[in-house]
């Protein structure tokens, strides 16, 4: 079973282990969402859906409808009319994080948020049914709810009634916050939906990065003030860790290039920008320890601090340097592509169990301590599908543009 590695080769490989995560995944599905996934396959009984993973599911089912798979569209259908019923907060708006009854689930996250406009975006343009409406819903809530015209940000999360905002601004749910909107761009196209993508990107990319020579600080606190030492005592944390993450430099990369190809005349900074954050990734995050892999975190000195290697960093380095390939033809993305996929193939991809195994340890072994399963597959996804897409604001659009385009692998 082998990844695509340049985006010139054959697609009948990367085509079948698409097939291969799609059946994976269809056993998520359960009543209200779609449960987590252990490292077999099955839904892990004692945790209840979330709406992050519900989301995920659905964007990846919804892309695979574009894709003309068969037997997806129920699925995708499922996840629609899960995040309109059971995750949508019918008295106060929104969208809770997880169906465990917890106050704390309760809680309106930016981050689930943008993750339901991706999967309803991507659902409408496959014409999932329930998916214009719940398009419109979600895409009212950010920009009712979440956006601040102040801040050029997203806010992190608010108390169920929208009434208190948490004192925190972060560049994760921003970050997806960029690639929702630019998925609404590319459904809608309305244009206000772009320029909101790049209010967000000059904050985090052209203001904050920049100033740091193209490393990121991830946390603020609410005057945007920076927090270097945020999470110093849970490093490990799955969403918020210590330290500068690699991985997101790669997908901020890849982002502000798609955002860069809907413009005639892009902004001059989204380039150079999208070039420095790549080399800060791969310079302080493949091989870091001086053993093959993508660390998850480093410190401010650029020392590894946790050495484990999760699957999505390496996915998200595999998606930016196919973007980067596709848009310049350079020999020397495409061997990143072929190297990091390559190293996904060998280490990640499980082909006893399926999908790809979460993590791995600083010997590039398979390991199960931050995931005690397979949660979902839009990572890996992206990784296999981005190698043979043009480049453009969203995975859903990249598919529309190549099956206009008579490309044989989509039409």
Not at 65 to 86: I, K
Request: aromatic share 12%; proline share 6%; hydrophobic share 40%.
């Amino acid at each position: 079973m082998t990844l695509l590695l340049h985006p010139h080769s054959t697609t009948v490989t990367s085509h079948r282990e698409l097939a291969r995560l799609i059946d994976f995944a269809k056993a998520s599905a359960v009543p209200g969402g779609f449960g987590f996934l252990d490292r077999f396959g099955a839904v892990e009984k004692n945790r209840s859906p979330a709406s992050f993973v519900t989301a995920r599911m659905t964007y990846c089912f919804s892309i695979a409808a574009l894709l003309g798979m068969p037997d997806v569209e129920r699925y995708a259908t499922h996840g629609v009319a899960s995040l309109s019923g059971t995750f949508r907060d019918e008295t106060f708006g929104g969208y809770v994080s997880s169906l465990d009854g917890t106050p704390a689930a309760q809680r309106k996250r930016a981050y689930d948020t943008c993750f339901v406009a991706l999967a309803a975006s991507s659902a409408a343009t496959a014409g999932i049914p329930g998916s214009k409406a719940l398009t419109a819903d979600v895409s009212d809530v950010l920009q009712a709810r979440f956006w601040s015209n102040e801040a050029g940000a997203f806010f992190e999360s608010w108390d169920r009634e929208f009434a208190e905002p948490e004192p925190y601004w972060g560049a994760n749910a921003n970050m997806h916050g960029l690639e929702a909107l630019l998925a609404l761009y590319g459904y809608t196209r309305n244009a206000e939906w772009r320029e909101l993508g790049l209010r967000i990107a000059e904050t985090f990319i052209n203001t904050r990065a920049r100033s740091a020579k193209w490393w990121l600080n991830e946390h603020y606190g609410p005057d945007w003030t920076a927090m270097p030492e945020f999470n110093a005592d849970n490093p490990r944390h799955e969403f918020h860790p210590y330290g500068m993450t690699p991985g997101h430099l790669f997908e901020w990369s890849r982002l502000l290039l798609q955002l860069e190809s809907t413009f005639e005349r892009p902004p001059a900074w989204l380039r150079e920008a999208a070039a420095g954050l790549y080399e800060t990734a791969v310079k302080h995050g493949w091989a870091a320890d001086s053993k093959g892999g993508f660390v998850y975190t480093v410190d401010w000195d650029g020392q590894p601090v946790i050495r484990d290697r999760p699957h999505w960093v390496t996915a998200e380095a595999i998606s930016a340097a196919a973007t980067w390939t596709r848009l310049t033809g350079s020999a020397r993305y495409a061997g990143h592509l072929q190297q990091w996929a390559t190293f996904a193939q060998m280490h990640f991809i499980d082909t006893e169990h399926g999908s790809w195994h979460p993590l791995l340890d600083p010997n590039n072994r398979p390991s199960y301590t931050m995931w005690s399963g397979k949660p979902d597959i839009y990572h890996t996804l992206q990784a296999i599908l981005l190698p043979q897409l043009p480049v453009a604001e969203s995975t859903a659009r990249a598919i529309m543009t190549a099956r206009n385009d008579n490309c044989p692998s989509f039409s």
